[in-house]
């Protein structure tokens, strides 16, 4: 069987990798997150397929698994917070709204490309000053898009509709049949 590599260096990703079952390494991708343009769908795409490619083209025997998630508020994209403050203004732009999170995922091997976005959308409860500043306080926004973790514990979401893991970074309802499909040998 062909090696699994995974493109990310996500440990959600990695954690929901790991629950389906697959034996995996992980490789991160040295693929440059830039560009303009893209819906945040598209971008989700873009960036997963990138990662996947990069890494694809130095385990050209693997099957290469990359992801991208992208929050996305009003056709505006919200990446990961660069400071306390930007963490901030992003928690208070999604308090009390529903906005929509896209993971892109790309699975590559010789003679195999499959790519989808999954799509979920999330309502935040309207959020205290203080919730934002514990939560903000606490460094987990940091490395998240959109500022935020459905798996943190804060009572930062009402509710959703799709997919809980498409939120936390790995969509794995979908993952597994693209896998499935890579490793059963379905050809581009």
């Known amino acids: 069987m062909r090696e699994l590599i995974l493109a990310s260096n996500s440990p959600r990703r990695r954690e929901l990798l790991a629950q389906l079952g697959y034996s995996f390494r992980v490789e991160p991708s040295f693929f440059e997150e830039s560009g303009g343009g893209l819906s945040a769908r598209g971008t989700a795409l873009a960036f997963a397929r990138g990662k996947a490619e990069e890494v694809f ?4 025997r693997a099957v290469v698994l990359g992801a991208d998630t992208v929050v996305s508020l009003e056709g505006r994209i919200l ?3 660069k400071s306390r403050e930007e963490a901030v203004a992003m928690l208070r732009l999604l308090s009390g709204r529903t906005h929509t999170v896209y993971t892109g995922v790309c699975v590559l091997a010789e003679g195999f490309c499959e790519e989808a976005a999954e799509e979920t959308e999330v309502e935040f409860y309207p959020l205290s000053e203080e919730t934002v500043e514990a939560y903000v306080s606490s460094g987990l926004p940091f490395d998240k898009a959109g500022a935020y973790g459905i798996q943190d514990g804060y009572p930062l979401v009402r509710g959703i509709r799709g997919s ?25």
Do not use: H, I, Q
């Open 57 to 60: 083209s130095r385990f050209r």
């Open 79 to 81: 990446g990961k917070p």
């Open 164 to 188: 809980y893991t498409n939120v936390v970074g790995l969509p794995t309802e979908k993952v597994g049949t693209m896998l499935a499909a890579a490793y059963g040998g379905k050809r581009c």
